[in-house]
């Protein structure tokens, strides 16, 4: 007999029913009459590895074999492997790298989701993987794919993800079975079949209408990925506003000015429109024809808005309050109608985060207060707090916090926000009046503003920094090497957190390096260790 074994890997990460997902599968062959043989192989949970389950099949029913029983493999052998099904595209990625997929075998399942490494969330940049890259070598090293936006799907039917997976397999042909074989498994009369059959259906008709697409294109391509939830309908932006710039720059402006017309009212966001003129002005002085597409005030649309819009306990207290965020916690948390769902919220502000919202005398005297609290080898002073966001009694306290928006201007962390903001919309501002790339540089040097606490203080020192000491340093050949000094800063500041590279980067453009911050230093008794008789 010429058979052989149909081979599928399947990937899950913590939490997803990859498990579940297998003994789907069996079952479903079993049900069928196929013979079937799987195995699981242990990763190490959260994301810095996936458990993957091996099968085979044998495309010929039982009752075709005349009592000869087919040896089926325990391992995937690379290169050998029919399928490959995977709910994270990364994890995906990470297969094809160990040889498993092939270009002129194997069948790629996987979704356009991402579940972010820890390498990736702890970059001072955007360290996320490209997807389209991702994407890319999915194609290259397949016989055929399908990429769904397996999340998407999951959220819309309510259930697991290993569902939409099942569907996804079902209907890409490789397998002998029959859908109603698939059903069949899955309707045990349960509450929880129903929406396995809801995503399963959701999953099995996404790669159908891919399938039915790739009939109408010459080779084997892959199809885009399902489009993501549609995206909200972008503000326009008042005639008057939108007449005073491109209109390429209007979509970001817009969202810039909703964004802050939230956060703290119509007046402040006019005070952002009014910087974008000072930058745009300049540009237009560099730059009169836009043969750039006006990319400082792009640039500028973007990190101004978010800078203006800093995080503070106001801020927090909003978004933890909004009945957008209920909604979302109770789709994550797949609650139904008659479950009881409690929200606890933990919070731990300290010293600045009250002082930023007092006048600049009492905030300066309640932070030498914790000051000399750490030199004396205390801990910085904290209230740790415990709020019921899902009780009348604490949403009413996340409320009154979000009120406070109107006091948010007469604050010390305002004043200083606005301060530190003025001196990077000036030297953006001159930058790109005498020299187009140099200020295109410093706007882009406000992507180093991100985070919250000692990670946002530590972007703005290098940032200011790098305005005050290299933006104007007068050594340079030219502008075109001040600007490349620059890029070199920036790229130098978001390598790595501790500031040693953009410290050298510095020195070597013959800046002085950054201060070194003072440090308490604690002495501590060495405690006597007593002696075992």
């Not at 709910?87 to 194997?106: F, K, M, N, P």
């Not at 490494?117 to 397949?142: F, I, N, W, Y």
């Not at 953006?428 to 295109?440: D, K």
């Not at 953009?502 to 911050?517: E, F, I, N, Y």
Request: glycine share 8%; proline share 5%; charged share 20%.
């Amino acid at each position: 007999m010429t058979q052989q074994p149909i081979s599928l890997l399947v990937c899950a990460l913590g939490g997803e029913g990859g498990g579940v997902l297998t003994e789907w599968l069996v079952e479903t062959a079993r049900h069928a009459g196929y013979p079937v043989q799987a195995t699981s192989i242990p990763g190490v949970a959260q994301r810095t590895g996936a458990t993957t389950y091996y099968l085979e099949f044998f495309p010929v029913p039982h009752n075709e074999l005349g009592g000869k029983r087919p040896v089926l493999g325990l391992y995937p052998v690379p290169g050998r492997l029919d399928a490959l099904l995977s709910s994270e595209l990364l994890e995906t990625v990470r297969q094809i790298s160990l040889g498993h997929a092939s270009r002129d075998r194997t069948l790629v399942l996987t979704s356009s989701a991402r579940a972010l490494t820890t390498m990736e969330k702890m970059q001072m940049g955007d360290g996320r993987r490209d997807a389209q890259g991702l994407m890319q070598l999915v194609a290259a090293h397949s016989r055929a794919h399908h990429i769904l936006d397996m999340a998407e799907l999951t959220r819309q039917a309510g259930t697991i993800v290993s569902a939409v997976m099942l569907g996804s397999i079902a209907a890409s042909g490789l397998l002998p079975m029959k859908r109603e074989d698939y059903e069949h498994v899955l309707q045990d009369g349960s509450g929880s079949a129903k929406a396995s059959l809801r995503g399963f259906a959701l999953g099995y008709e996404a790669v159908q209408a891919q399938r039915t697409q790739a009939q109408y294109i010459e080779q084997v391509l892959a199809p885009k990925p399902q489009a993501l939830a549609p995206v909200e309908q972008v503000p326009a932006l008042a005639a008057d506003v939108a007449q005073g710039f491109p209109s390429v720059l209007h979509e970001l402006i817009a969202l810039g000015h909703a964004r802050l017309v939230e956060y703290q009212g119509a007046s402040y966001a006019r005070l952002y429109i009014e910087r974008l003129q000072r930058v745009l002005q300049a540009e237009r002085t560099s730059d009169p024809q836009g043969t750039r597409g006006w990319a400082v005030t792009r640039e500028m649309a973007r990190w101004l808005a978010l800078w203006m819009a800093f995080d503070d306990i106001v801020r927090v207290a909003d978004l933890k309050s909004r009945a957008s965020r209920w909604q979302r916690v109770i789709g994550e948390v797949k609650a139904g109608e008659a479950d009881l769902l409690k929200l606890y919220d933990h919070f731990k502000p300290g010293v600045p985060e009250f002082a930023a919202l007092l006048p600049q005398g009492p905030a300066n005297r309640l932070l030498a207060w914790d000051r000399k609290r750490v030199l004396a080898g205390k801990t910085p002073w904290a209230l740790p707090l415990k709020i019921g966001t899902h009780s009348v009694f604490g949403m009413l306290a996340l409320r009154g916090l979000a009120s406070l928006r109107w006091l948010r201007p007469h604050g010390s962390r305002y004043a200083t926000e606005q301060q530190l903001i003025e001196q990077w919309l000036v030297a953006v501002v001159q930058g790109t009046a005498r020299h187009w790339a140099t200020g295109h540089e410093i706007a882009l040097c406000g992507r180093l503003i991100k985070g919250y606490g000692s990670t946002n203080e530590r972007g703005k020192d290098n940032l200011l920094h790098v305005v005050q000491h290299l933006a104007p340093a007068t050594h340079f050949a030219d502008d075109a090497a001040r600007a490349a000094a620059i890029a070199a800063a920036r790229q130098a500041a978001l390598a790595d957190d501790a500031g040693k590279t953009l410290d050298q980067t510095l020195v070597q453009h013959g800046v002085p390096a950054r201060p070194v911050k003072p440090q308490p230093i604690r002495w501590v008794r060495k405690p006597h260790l007593q002696k075992t008789p």
